[in-house]
């Protein structure tokens, strides 16, 4: 089946750091999605990317559907402690109903 | 966005018994998914809640095992079943909204002794 990978698996970072990480598809996808998941919480939606090349940005954070439709990057900028959490990418093909759920990059924010 | 209440939040459960998971919706959905979560690890879709019919249940789920209900375009339930401890996991509740989109309950975090 699908399979996604993201990169990196957990990353340490100075507050006031810009953040980047991707994820990578063994197939082409025609949507990606980016979520965070803070401890005890469900995961919540930050970027919905529709189409090769889009780049959308929600406040400091900026999202690209890769060209190549097997892959997709999310940046933070000017990190803050709040950032902390897990972010997951989900992405989806033209013939599957149900999205496929990358294993997570892990952010840790030092003070 | 779709508000989505789980209950419960949390549960300790005794080996062999079977628990009860609601999902509650504000708001008239088609598509309701249900997901496990294992410590550390990312979501697995269970199955597909589908109003009016049975559940359509992924690669290695089966209905005996968490069987779901979904009376109606609101509300749906999943119980976990003759639990072990290789069942403790979050169990979160989806709806599938506008943009294609997933929206998350917080979860239900159970925990097998």
């Known amino acids: 089946g699908q399979q996604l990978n993201q990169s990196p698996q957990s990353m340490f970072i100075q507050e006031g750091e810009d953040v980047s990480m991707n994820c990578t598809s063994s197939s082409i996808f025609n949507t990606w999605l980016w979520y965070k998941q803070d401890p005890g919480e469900g995961p919540v939606l930050l970027i919905a990317l529709y189409k090769a090349g889009e780049l959308t940005s929600n406040g400091r954070l900026t999202a690209q559907f890769g060209i190549t439709r097997k892959d997709s990057f999310l940046n933070i900028s000017a990190s803050i402690p709040s950032d902390v959490g897990i972010y997951f990418c989900?992405?989806?093909?033209?013939?599957?109903?149900?999205?496929?759920f990358g294993p997570g990059t892990r952010l840790s924010v030092l003070p | 966005s779709a508000v989505i209440s789980q209950k419960p939040s949390r549960d300790i459960c005794q080996r062999g018994t079977s628990l009860t998971i609601q999902c509650q919706v504000d708001?008239?959905?088609?598509?309701m998914f249900w997901y496990r979560q294992q410590p550390g690890q990312s979501l697995t879709l269970i199955a597909t809640?589908?109003?009016?019919?049975?559940?359509?249940?992924e690669s290695g789920f089966v209905i005996d095992k968490f069987p779901i209900s979904r009376p109606n375009l609101t509300f749906s339930t999943l119980t976990v079943s003759n639990m072990s401890p290789e069942d403790s996991s979050i169990y979160l509740c989806?709806?599938?909204?506008?943009?294609?989109?997933?929206?998350f309950g917080a979860g239900s975090r159970l925990t097998v002794l």
């Open positions: 989900a992405g989806r093909d033209n013939y599957g109903q149900n999205f496929v």
């Open positions: 708001s008239q959905v088609t598509m």
């Open positions: 989806s709806v599938g909204g506008g943009g294609n989109v997933l929206t």
């Open positions: 809640a589908n109003q009016g019919s049975e559940a359509t249940y």
